[in-house]
């Protein structure tokens, strides 16, 4: 029995179909300067230590006598369950900000404790030295890709990239004047922006905690109806560069949106505090903006929830937004 | 103005709120003359589906008459008499272009909720939450309705309230749910609920030419309804050992050629799995309870079609290879209101649908948590409550 089925966008564009062309197209950092990872190496290697401290851990709490066994000391459960927790600690803190070294450092010192023991082990009588020095060149080893990764996060300012992108049923040069003439709406979900002559936009953030951080930013290139690509200039608390691409869908389905975004947060203490507020932002803020846009695109307003009654007895003015 | 809110898990109380006002050129303002409860809401009030803020006016199934209108609006005036669907739609995007309302691209203002679970966001609703919009609903006196000329049905004349609120969600929902049965004459229908939508759904297959509904609830009264209205067969589920058993037996041995779940997450099954599901909810550990739609997948016929009305967030042991091995064609979503409604309101003209037999109790607004209560505990044969704002 042919149930019809209905249309989605993909079958109507024919899509995954691969020609040529596309392939220059998606690839990326077309259109950008040089190529874009998606977890850059130190971060990557971060997120690899924190599952190595995550599993080790595990496995330290759970069968304490078998690790033992393994790495040459003598049975000493609750010293290696401690040492596992401390691990599976280690690891977690890791998982959720690989981006900072603090953790790092203390897997570091964690392999320092760990030769330490190793080392007291060896000096008893009756070790098997065979085992130790083993557990020892494998800690070591470790320990060496702590110490490297720690300090290439320490050093540096790993560039966080976004790219996200949206089909809107518009012409693309339609979209390149739209965009430009309500940037302000269209970011208002998250910061306050003015344009100036001059292709200069001014821009006020608020943070978490009562903060605001501002900052101008300047047009770099434009090729109208297909691409535009500003930075921050002098003086941003968080240099960013950025660009918005228009190409035309397939099919009668319009323009495809690409909006790529690049922040260089700064080294030092700021950075602790603003990586957090930007390690999953950006995604966010780009992809929130591109819907935005569409929506005032394609049906001439933002959805929005100004003036939304509620019981609630704050203000009666209620903007959709990132928080609950 | 009043409005029913949600403050809390089960705790529904009437409170003085703002009025809405005109936002945008193509919003209108509707004074509500009737809204009803449904089963979905159910989910949000117990707390199982997230997002919902203390505060939040509820309500998504109600109908009145135009107040204002923005400047932009051109195909409804103040003083019309309109039926508003659930979802919010912009009439614009390829989605709405395409008859999938409900699944609009530009109606939600907090699409970051939606995408998580979702992957893209969907359209904005009245009164469910948050990752649905946050929009306020329409068990109030007054309701904000954005994009007005899409979402706003003018009622004809000689069509009573009762005749028509329910054109709102329960009869698109069913009636949808039957067209995606793909029904050919002689087929057999099988559906999982007997409240509001699955009454709808079983007359949406007898119109649409089904040859037999087969109708399973627990209710004496709702399956009453069943046999009266929509000419079903009967399965009372706490009657016998195996509803899909007693399907196979009622079929030949075929199975039904198309089963519909107008359940959703709070089925109430009988079995081990349902036990299970009723474990993992106490230790807070729950997803959804999946009796009635497990059920189905296992009775439908081999190569048949499964019509998912019920809502679910995420289920627990699922039976994918079922429905993969035995070829089935799934079909769901939430019902694309404006592609229905005019078509109900014409069968409602001709005296071919007349669901007003749905309406068993009427409540003013400020009953209404009380109307709830009974709602969420199917008392006094209660199918649905019908409330009156103003």
Known sequence: MGAKQTETPFERSGQPQHHAGDAEKHRIGNGGNGTRQAATGPRRLAKALGWLSVGLGAAELAVPGRVSDLVGTRNNDPLVRSIGAREVATGIAILKQPYSSKFLWGRVGGDLVNLALIGTAAKARGSRKRRLIAAAAAVGGVAALDVLCSARLTRAAEPIHVTRSITIARPARELYDLWQEALPQIMAHFAHVYTSADDRSHWAMNLPGERTIQWESQVVERRPGEFMSWKSTDGAPVASEGSIRFSPAPRELGTEVTLDLSLHPPGGKARESILRTFDFVPGTIAEKALRRFKSLAETGEIPTLQGNPSGRKAATTEMGGLTL | ?390
Not at chain 2, 4 to 28: F, H, K, M, S, Y
Not at chain 2, 291 to 297: P, S
Not at chain 2, 366 to 380: G, I, L, T, V
Request: with cysteine; net charge negative; proline share 5%.
């Open chain 2, 1 to 390: 103005m009043r409005a029913l809110c949600w403050e809390g898990v089960n705790d529904l109380r009437v409170q003085t709120v703002p009025d809405p006002v005109i936002v945008n050129p193509r919003d209108a303002i509707v004074k509500v003359t009737a809204s009803t409860t449904c089963g979905s809401d159910l989910h949000f009030i117990e707390g199982y589906v997230p997002t919902m803020r203390a505060g939040d006016i509820i309500g998504h199934e109600f109908m009145g008459e135009i107040l204002e209108v923005g400047r932009e609006v051109k195909k409804v005036k103040k003083g019309d008499r309109v039926v508003v669907p659930p979802s919010i739609c912009c009439g614009n995007c390829w989605y709405c272009k395409h008859d999938l309302w409900s699944l609009c691209d530009n109606t939600n203002p907090n699409p970051e909720l939606q995408e998580p679970l979702l992957g893209y966001p969907t359209a904005g609703t009245y009164g469910y939450t948050h990752a649905f919009g946050g929009y306020a609903g329409g068990h109030a006196q007054f309701v904000r309705v954005p994009h007005a000329d899409n979402d706003c049905f003018k009622v004809p004349e000689g069509l009573r309230d009762e005749q028509v609120l329910f054109f709102s969600d329960a009869a698109p929902t069913g009636f949808m749910g039957a067209e995606f049965c793909n029904i050919h004459p002689g087929d057999i229908v099988a559906v999982w609920g007997c409240g509001g939508v699955g009454l709808m759904a079983q007359q949406g297959a007898r119109l649409l030419g089904a040859d037999r509904v087969i109708a399973i609830d627990r209710l004496p009264e709702r399956l009453q309804l069943a046999k009266d209205r929509a000419g079903a067969e009967i399965i009372d589920y706490t009657q016998t050992d195996s509803v899909v058993e007693t399907l196979k037996e009622m079929t030949g041995g075929r199975g039904p050629d198309s089963c519909i779940d107008a359940v959703g997450m709070d089925s109430h099954g009988t079995g081990v799995t349902h036990a299970y599901d009723r474990a993992r909810q106490a230790l807070h550990l729950h997803t959804d309870h999946g009796e009635a739609l497990r059920e189905a997948i296992m009775a439908c016929r081999k190569g048949g079609t499964l019509s998912i009305l019920g809502v679910y967030e995420l289920m627990d042991k699922f039976p994918i290879g079922t429905i993969m091995n035995k070829g089935l064609t799934v079909r769901s979503a939430h019902q694309h209101g404006q592609k229905y409604v005019p078509r109900l309101l014409d069968c409602a003209t001709r005296g071919e649908l007349d669901p007003s037999y749905l309406a068993t109790h009427t409540f003013t607004l400020e009953q209404a948590p009380r109307a709830y209560e009974m709602f969420r505990n199917k008392r006094d044969g209660m199918v649905r409550a019908v409330i009156r704002p103003n």
